[in-house]
């Protein structure tokens, strides 16, 4: 009989579940896209529902649930915080226990009952987690490992390396002096949501200058040779408070910190991009130390920083390894899979085999589907108006769409695991159009005008568009622009300051260029997902390009949509021209007109 282990993760952010069998990824998905709340931390009874679901199995096949870090130790560390900064912290004190006495110290119990069966139960390392969703799934045999995110259990980076089956940690940092914790830190000081505006601080920051770099290095953190750090404490709050930054953060900066949604000023784009380089510097410096280490050619990263797709991008360029791999879903919801992995691997002690070239996570598309025939009775039933299309007509009418300049949603196959749209939950445009990016920004995704979008390029030609010549199917590497395809700026152009940069074209394909020239770069093959592909082949045959702007199919605040329910309402409360749901194409303007009786905006209206 086969092994079925379920991993799941819970109770901080970006819940989910994973569910593989003997060893081969079976299902993944986070939870927040079936209760349609964003990064949604509750148990993730959805999710782990829809992945027996798709291996035809119930709770009573499994042989265990994975758990993805240890509560106890995490218990220890919020308790000796609290004691150790009392009475600071009796308002944090109180309100974090009021959680972990009702639900977080019964973790097994909880599992159990929502699953419904008295399954066993087994408790994972936080980091160990991160660092098996990253080794396990890669094509490496063996492999240097970094793993870096805000804190788990105490510990918040550390380093090591995976050999076959076997994962060993050398080295790591402890509470409070945290990366994760740092950039969240200036995400919330700029005026951004922890957890979840960090991706806003990373797309800011080439609006400003790393004017504060010294600032931060001489008082905020100490930064060693070897990477290693501390931050000193005194400019924080997340220890004993309920926010992340102290009033000694404002007297460092000049002022308190920016109010949400009020106008980002430089002040805001110099500190974003000052605490960018600081933690390239941070990810650099370790990655150096784990290579002379090791001595290893390849990386896995994983943990919340590891989607920091600009500090990546130099980590590959300028770093000392061959070859990198990050885990798409490299935050606490693939902690879900890491758990489940090192249950087979590390206690089962079963082989690994790879592939030495193809990783494990099969495109990273292992949501839930849905056929032709579901989405056709689902059109029926809202009396929406479509085409249905046959396998070569599709790419070539939804190509001749983008290349008159439509934005469309793409909905086809398995939904993507982790954070980015991967061309499963997409919506697409045309990468030449000077207008797509604040069309898409102000009329369709509702977020602000500053924010870039991503190129998925075929892999073939990448290296002609982007200083890029190997994979980056998971959209978690960032490239310059190819020197040839810039357009370099007019003296009045180089006098402009941060968001008044924003509407100058700097390449051939100005809605995928960053304003420093870069771009997040989807490599795609066609084994990969082969419609997506032939779209942009087709998109290739009449433009010349073989790259389209991809963005998550969802508007600010709103997960990934899930369903062609979920699809088709975002198409309607947006500016999106059309939808293709599977084999159909939808017309915006053939569609009963569209009624809801509340402004669903101040749903998602902060973020």
């Known amino acids: 009989m086969p092994t079925y282990i379920l991993g799941i993760s819970a109770f901080y952010h970006d819940s989910a579940a994973c569910l593989i069998r003997d060893g081969e990824?079976?299902?993944?998905?986070?939870?927040e896209r079936f209760t349609r709340v964003k990064h949604d931390p509750g148990f993730p009874g959805n999710a782990a529902r829809y992945c027996l679901q798709e291996a035809g199995i119930e709770v009573k096949d499994l042989h265990c649930v994975g758990f993805y870090d240890k509560p106890l130790m995490t218990f220890e560390r919020l308790l000796e915080t609290h004691l150790g900064t009392a009475p600071l912290g009796i308002r944090l004190y109180w309100k974090s226990m009021v959680v972990w006495l009702?639900?977080?110290l019964w973790i097994p119990q909880l599992i159990q009952k929502e699953l419904g069966y008295d399954v066993p139960v087994l408790f994972g390392d936080h980091h160990e987690s991160h660092a098996a969703s990253a080794f396990y799934p890669s094509p490496y045999e063996e492999a240097a490992i970094m793993t870096l995110d805000g804190v788990g259990e105490w510990t918040t980076t550390s380093y090591g390396y995976g050999r076959g089956s076997e994962i060993h940690t050398l080295a790591d940092i402890k509470f409070p002096h945290s990366l994760g914790l740092?950039?969240?830190?200036?995400?919330?000081?700029?005026?951004?949501?922890?957890?979840?505006?960090?991706?806003?601080?990373?797309?800011?920051?080439?609006?400003?200058?790393?004017?504060?770099?010294?600032?931060?290095?001489d008082n905020v953190i100490d930064l060693k040779e070897d990477g290693s750090f501390k931050l000193n404490t005194r400019y924080f709050n997340y220890i004993s408070g309920l926010t992340m930054t102290s009033p000694a953060m404002g007297e460092l900066f000049g002022g308190p910190p920016r109010q949400p949604e009020t106008p980002l000023t430089q002040r805001e784009m110099d500190i974003a991009r000052s605490c960018q380089v600081v933690t390239e510097e941070v990810m650099l410096r370790i990655a150096r130390t784990v290579h002379k280490e090791t001595g290893l050619k390849n990386l896995c990263m994983a943990g919340g920083v590891a989607l920091n797709c600009v500090g990546n991008g130099r980590v590959l360029r300028e770093g000392p390894f061959e070859n990198i791999?990050?885990?798409p879903a490299a935050g606490d919801a693939g902690g879900a899979l890491g758990v489940a992995l090192a249950l087979w691997y590390h206690h089962l002690g079963n082989e690994r085999v790879v592939d030495g070239e193809k990783d494990a996570m099969r495109a990273s598309l292992l949501g839930p589907v849905y056929d032709d025939d579901e989405i056709g009775r689902f059109i029926e039933g809202q009396g929406g108006v479509a085409q249905k299309l046959s396998e070569?007509?599709?790419?070539?009418?939804?190509?001749?769409?983008?290349?008159?300049?439509?934005?469309?949603?793409?909905?086809?196959?398995?939904?993507?695991?982790?954070?980015?749209?991967?061309g499963a939950r997409s919506i697409i445009g045309d990468p030449r159009s000077t207008e797509t990016q604040s069309v898409m920004n102000l009329k369709i995704k509702f977020r602000e005008s500053?924010?870039?979008?991503?190129?998925?390029?075929?892999?073939e030609h990448v290296h002609e568009y982007f200083e890029l010549d190997t994979d980056s199917p998971y959209m978690l590497q960032v490239a310059p622009i190819k020197e040839e395809r810039q357009v370099a700026m007019s003296e009045d152009q180089e006098q402009l300051f941060g968001i008044e940069k924003l509407n100058v074209p700097r390449s051939d394909m100005p809605a995928v260029t960053h304003v420093d020239y870069s771009a997040r770069v989807q490599t795609l093959r066609r084994e990969d997902n082969p419609r997506y592909y032939d779209v942009i082949k087709a998109f290739q045959s009449l433009t010349g390009y073989p790259v389209v702007v991809?963005?998550?199919?969802?508007?600010?605040?709103?997960?990934?949509?899930?369903?062609?329910?979920?699809?088709?309402r975002c198409f309607m409360r947006t500016e999106m021209d059309f939808l293709v749901l599977g084999s159909y194409l939808l017309d915006k303007q053939d569609q009963p007109q569209w009624h809801e009786e509340k402004d669903w905006r101040e749903e998602f209206a902060l973020d």
């Open 550 to 568: 991809n963005t998550s199919f969802n508007v600010r605040g709103e997960p990934i949509v899930l369903s062609p329910e979920d699809a088709y």
């Open 182 to 217: 740092l950039y969240s830190a200036f995400t919330y000081f700029t005026g951004f949501k922890v957890n979840s505006g960090e991706y806003k601080l990373m797309g800011l920051a080439p609006y400003g200058e790393p004017k504060y770099v010294d600032r931060i290095l």
């Open 25 to 31: 990824i079976v299902a993944a998905a986070q939870e």
């Open 325 to 327: 791999w990050i885990q």
């Open 102 to 104: 009702k639900e977080k």
């Open 450 to 459: 500053f924010r870039p979008f991503a190129p998925t390029v075929l892999r």
């Open 392 to 422: 070569d007509e599709l790419p070539v009418r939804v190509a001749e769409q983008l290349a008159a300049g439509k934005v469309m949603g793409f909905f086809q196959g398995r939904m993507e695991f982790g954070p980015r749209a991967l």
